[in-house]
């Protein structure tokens, strides 16, 4: 059966909108949109030379993902991250990454294990330098990967689903070697446990990791190197 004329409609509205989307949530998340700015709908149709529609698409995922909030009378805004939405992360990641850590550990390849702990080392050695590029992108890699492990789909979806805010957090913290180094320490402990195949040291590990990151994430809030 051929596709209607407003099924092909429906996929190009969709496509639209899902770009604008990664864009706009690039934007966020590397801060070039500041936490309380102002967005404007109708701006950023004329920007991309759209329509409304695909733009208040985008704008409602980046709602659901809480980079945004919608005002009554006043306006869409960039939101600004507190303290509970720490929590509320971090939880949810403890929740996800103790399981998926845990299956990980016995299904990962040694091959694979083995490649990220070579690359968390050479981010550590880069961090020394001042770089902290590598640490972010290995950071990612090796969360990212641990939950890929497990074969998961919804594990997947649910750990994708807080990664923007996450590399949101990221860029608007004030990154310094100790909390880099405490991160990259905990990473090649959760590494060197489940290349041992020792699920209970892995799961450990990655619990006391996600303790230490809401921990330094909640103080540098505190002290304003994050803008509340």
Same mark, same amino acid.
């Given at each position: 059966?051929?596709?209607?004329?407003?099924?092909?409609?429906?996929?190009? #509205?969709?496509?639209?909108?899902?770009?604008?989307?990664?864009?706009?949530? =690039?934007?966020?998340?590397? &801060? #070039?949109?500041?936490?309380?700015?102002?967005?404007?709908?109708?701006? #950023?149709a004329d920007e991309f030379g759209v329509s409304r529609t695909p733009v208040r698409? %985008?704008? %409602?995922?980046?709602?659901?993902?809480?980079?945004?909030?919608?005002?009554?009378?006043?306006?869409?805004?960039?939101?600004?991250?507190? #303290?509970?939405?720490?929590?509320?992360?971090?939880?949810?990641?403890? &929740?996800?990454?103790?399981?998926?850590?845990?299956?990980?550990?016995?299904?990962?390849?040694?091959?694979?294990?083995? =490649?990220?702990?070579?690359?968390?080392?050479?981010?550590?050695?880069?961090? &020394?330098?001042?770089?902290?590029?590598?640490?972010?992108?290995?950071?990612?890699?090796? @969360?990212?990967?641990?939950?890929?492990?497990?074969?998961?789909?919804?594990?997947?979806?649910?750990?994708?689903?807080?990664?923007?805010?996450?590399?949101? !957090?990221?860029?608007?913290?004030?990154?310094?070697?100790?909390?880099?180094? &405490?991160?990259?320490?905990? @990473?090649?402990?959760?590494?060197?446990?489940? %290349?041992?195949?020792?699920?209970?040291?892995?799961?450990?590990?990655?619990?006391? @990791? !996600?303790?230490?990151?809401?921990?330094?994430?909640?103080?540098?809030?505190?002290?304003?190197?994050?803008?509340?």
């Amino acid at each position: 059966m051929a596709p209607r004329p407003s099924d092909r409609q429906s996929l190009v #509205v969709e496509s639209i909108a899902g770009q604008l989307y990664r864009i706009l949530c =690039d934007r966020i998340t590397t &801060g #070039v949109y500041a936490p309380g700015s102002r967005l404007d709908p109708q701006a #950023v149709a004329d920007e991309f030379g759209v329509s409304r529609t695909p733009v208040r698409d %985008a704008l %409602a995922r980046l709602e659901h993902d809480q980079l945004i909030e919608t005002r009554p009378r006043s306006g869409t805004f960039v939101a600004r991250p507190g #303290v509970n939405d720490v929590h509320e992360v971090c939880q949810l990641r403890k &929740g996800i990454e103790w399981v998926a850590t845990g299956i990980a550990a016995t299904r990962m390849p040694a091959g694979q294990i083995a =490649d990220l702990r070579a690359e968390a080392v050479e981010a550590a050695e880069a961090i &020394g330098k001042g770089d902290f590029g590598p640490f972010f992108a290995s950071a990612t890699r090796i @969360h990212r990967e641990i939950v890929a492990a497990t074969g998961n789909e919804r594990l997947v979806r649910a750990r994708a689903s807080v990664e923007p805010f996450v590399a949101w !957090l990221r860029v608007l913290g004030a990154t310094g070697p100790r909390r880099a180094e &405490g991160s990259t320490r905990r @990473h090649l402990q959760i590494l060197d446990a489940m %290349a041992a195949r020792d699920v209970a040291a892995a799961q450990e590990a990655a619990a006391v @990791h !996600l303790d230490e990151v809401e921990e330094w994430t909640v103080a540098d809030m505190q002290s304003q190197a994050i803008p509340l």
